[in-house]
């Protein structure tokens, strides 16, 4: 396995996921109003056929 270039193909997945993450998130707060002004937000991360389950929580206030 080629270190290198497996680091390279998480990098370039992890910002495809993040760009279009924010783009997403950001879309659905124009879109919906929050009335206690935050937002709950859970990232599943998966890879099929691997018992990989990873889940992110976090809340962001908007303003």
Do not use: Y
Not at 6 to 34: D, P
């Amino acid at each position: 396995m080629d270190e290198d270039a497996l680091n390279m193909a998480i990098r370039k997945f992890l910002k495809e996921v993040g760009v279009t993450s924010q783009r997403e998130i950001e879309r659905i707060v124009r879109e919906h109003k929050f009335s206690d002004g935050r937002l709950k937000l859970r990232m599943t991360l998966t890879a099929e056929g691997t018992p990989l389950e990873h889940i992110v929580d976090a809340e962001i206030p908007i303003a």
